[in-house]
């Protein structure tokens, strides 16, 4: 039996990454729940609109990856979706520490993030299920 995975429904189009971003892993994940799967201008209204600092960041990404889609394929923007969104740890950003008891140290540890945004549009034979 197979298991069938959440990226087999879409064509995947264009990817877009960023490397250390300077927001923990746990904050980006929070909205990055919000927009998977859902339509492009849909998650361009809600990260425009969202407080959140992780939300300007993939608001400028997802920009980016949506340039990236209508440049390489022939494909409006209306039919775009977000396929995946992939978070990841990135690298510490040390430099800073906390005078700790016995005359130790501890060292401020800033969490980063690396993310990718896919877009794709959907399959030929999701469309005509759909309708």
Partial sequence: MKVSNALD???LIST?????LPVSPRRVQ????F???KKVNECIDFL?????KASDRILVLLNSA?????????????????????VGQGVFLKGRG????RGTYHPMKK?????????????STEEKTNE
Avoid at 16 to 20: A, L, P, T, Y
């Fill in 9 to 11: 429904k879409y064509n």
């Fill in 30 to 33: 929070l909205v990055a729940n």
């Fill in 98 to 101: 906390t005078p700790a008891g």
């Fill in 66 to 86: 949506i340039a990236n889609a209508t440049s390489k394929s022939q494909e409006p923007k209306d039919n775009l979706y977000v396929a995946d969104v992939k």
């Fill in 16 to 20: 877009s990454s960023i490397k250390n």
């Fill in 48 to 52: 425009s609109f969202d407080k959140r």
């Fill in 35 to 37: 927009i998977r799967g």
């Fill in 111 to 123: 969490k980063t993030t690396n993310l990718v945004v896919i877009i794709g549009s959907l399959n």
